[in-house]
T-cell receptor, first 121, second 108 residues
Framework: QVQLVESGGGLVKPGGSLRLSCAAS????????MIWVRQAPGKGLEWISY????????YYADSVKGRFTISRDNAKNSLYLQMSSLRAEDTAVYYC??????????????WGQGTLITVSS | DIQMTQSPSSLSASVGDRVTITCRAS??????LNWYQQRPGKAPKLLIF???SLQSGVPSRFSGSGSGTDFTLTISSLQPEDFATYYC??????????FGQGTKLEIK
């Protein structure tokens, strides 16, 4: 079955860096687009980054552009999010999710369990 | 950027009630609208895609409608497991996706 497992979360100081990983299994990872979505404590969902199946195309929300970098290693079935210049407002649970296409509609059909990033001194 | 606005932000209802949640897009998104359910401490779960298509395995008491800028999610008869937060999400301006702010459905 499809599984997405995030890792790499934790406590980091403002201005610091962190790298999240998302290990994928149960599907052909190299065929699918992937995204990162975050959720600040008690808040809603925020899409933050997208990567194409080959890794050649990447997009970012304005809130993280220039500070976060999405990447993937299709040989390792893994997705990454390199986060730098972290701010208190980046404190959130970070989810990876698969983008699937159903009858022409893009959907997020599988999600990881999430990993918590806390930015605090 | 396309902004998604849900109403209400929270809602109290009883088991067996019929509930409707509304989502409005800041510009026309045709039927590129998905609905997700999120229970506390869990990842979101896809309920409806393409504004009105039920995701496999989702109970038929959930339904969606709308096109253009106005959309609704309806739960025909609330069950205890339906008390959760619901999000709409547009996939019109892919891959610059956006979510509504969420509607928290609570037990009355």
């Amino acid at each position: 079955q499809v599984q997405l497992v995030e890792s790499g979360g934790g406590l980091v100081k403002p201005g610091g860096s962190l790298r999240l990983s998302c290990a994928a299994s149960g599907f052909t990872f190299s065929d699918d687009y992937m995204i990162w979505v975050r959720q600040a404590p008690g808040k809603g969902l925020e899409w933050i980054s997208y990567i194409s199946s080959s890794g050649s195309t990447k997009y970012y929300a304005d809130s993280v552009k220039g500070r976060f970098t999405i990447s993937r290693d299709n040989a390792k079935n893994s997705l990454y999010l390199q986060m730098s210049s972290l701010r208190a407002e980046d404190t959130a649970v970070y989810y990876c999710a698969r983008v699937n296409i159903l009858t022409g509609y893009q959907i997020f059909d599988y999600w990881g369990q999430g990993t918590l990033i806390t930015v605090s001194s | 950027d396309i902004q998604m606005t849900q109403s209400p932000s929270s809602l109290s209802a009883s088991v067996g009630d019929r509930v409707t949640i509304t989502c409005r897009a800041s510009q026309s998104i045709s039927t590129y609208l998905n609905w997700y359910q999120q229970r506390p401490g869990k990842a979101p779960k896809l309920l409806i895609f393409g504004a009105s298509s039920l995701q496999s395995g989702v109970p038929s008491r959930f339904s969606g409608s709308g096109s253009g800028t106005d959309f609704t999610l309806t739960i025909s008869s609330l069950q205890p497991e339906d008390f959760a937060t619901y999000y709409c999400q547009q996939s019109y301006s892919t891959p610059l996706y956006s979510f509504g702010q969420g509607t928290k459905l609570e037990i009355k």
